[in-house]
């Protein structure tokens, strides 16, 4: 076992590949004084395949970290030192397949603006916690298979510019609250199989569409680029949806339910205004 007892060597990016013996012995090395300031300061660490004892202790030899990457580390949910630690992080991927549910301590980061979870397949839902990262920017969920729902509370989010989902196979529809996001740009979903409809219809919306009352588009208008690929059970987008004037980007690729929707005229009319557009069935 490599046990270290001096301060460790300063670089700006760290990875660390299945060595739990050496981040076990950093549990016991000297936190120097000065690191904060010394040259160069890590600010990106990536850690892979560790899932020993240390209940990441060691991250205090890394202050001001900006990005973390953690891949198949086992249990995150009792790290309480994690979370004491992270205070100043901006972006944060975790990737695990065999975790059941996100750690707690994910809505406890209060400079977090990039989030990707990836590949945790048996996590079923995101924690409620996490409408308290009011700073984040981007939301990616890659390969999170079980996640059969985006909760309501994603509207509180309200400095989110770009939602990815993919590889998604319960899914069916996006939150109404999802309009509250008058700062979102960006709007992918990728191999979402199960989706019906882009945002879930509200009892208001279908009692204006009963009146033939005009309806607000029920995706912020602040939305620049939309791109739907393999999204084979969707038929058909939300009313309103011709208002969005800041559209710029719109991909429809392999989803043969939306054709019959762009023949209509008034689709025609709006995909018209669009800049860029593909079309793909």
């Known amino acids: 076992m490599l046990r270290m007892k001096r301060p460790l060597p300063k670089a700006k990016k760290w990875e660390i590949i299945c060595s739990d013996n050496v981040l076990l012995s950093w549990n016991e090395c000297i936190v120097s004084q000065n690191s904060a300031s ?12 560790c899932k020993g004892p240390h209940q990441w202790r060691w991250l205090q030899h890394f202050p001001g970290l900006l990005s973390l990457d953690i891949a198949n580390c086992g249990d995150l949910t009792c790290s309480p030192y994690i979370i004491q630690l992270l205070s100043s992080l901006k ?22 603006k990039y989030l990707n979870i990836h590949g945790s397949n048996g996590v079923k839902e995101l924690n409620e916690n996490m409408k308290q990262l009011t700073k984040l920017e981007s939301l990616e969920l890659y390969f999170c298979k079980s996640i059969s729902a985006v909760p309501h509370w994603l509207g509180e989010l309200t400095s989110l510019k770009k939602l990815w989902i993919h590889n998604n196979e319960g899914l069916r529809s996006l939150p109404a609250s999802i309009q509250q996001l008058t700062s979102l740009q960006e709007i992918v979903l990728i191999h979402c199989y199960a989706l019906e409809q882009v945002v879930a219809e509200t009892e208001e919306g279908k009692m204006k569409l009963a009146d033939n009352q ?14 739907l690929y393999e999204c084979v059970s969707i038929k058909s987008f939300p009313e309103g949806i011709h208002k969005l004037t800041n559209l710029q980007d719109l991909t429809i690729r392999r989803c043969p339910g939306l054709k019959e929707w762009c023949e209509l005229e008034e689709t025609k009319t709006f995909l018209a205004r669009i800049g860029k557009k593909l079309i793909e069935f």
């Open 214 to 227: 005009q309806r607000e588009s029920a995706l912020p208008t602040s939305l620049k680029s939309l791109y």
């Open 38 to 49: 010394s040259s160069p300061v890590t600010t990106r660490l990536s850690v892979g395949a």
């Open 91 to 112: 972006e944060l991927c975790l990737e695990d397949e065999d975790m059941e549910e996100l750690p707690i301590w994910l809505g406890e980061l209060p400079s977090l």
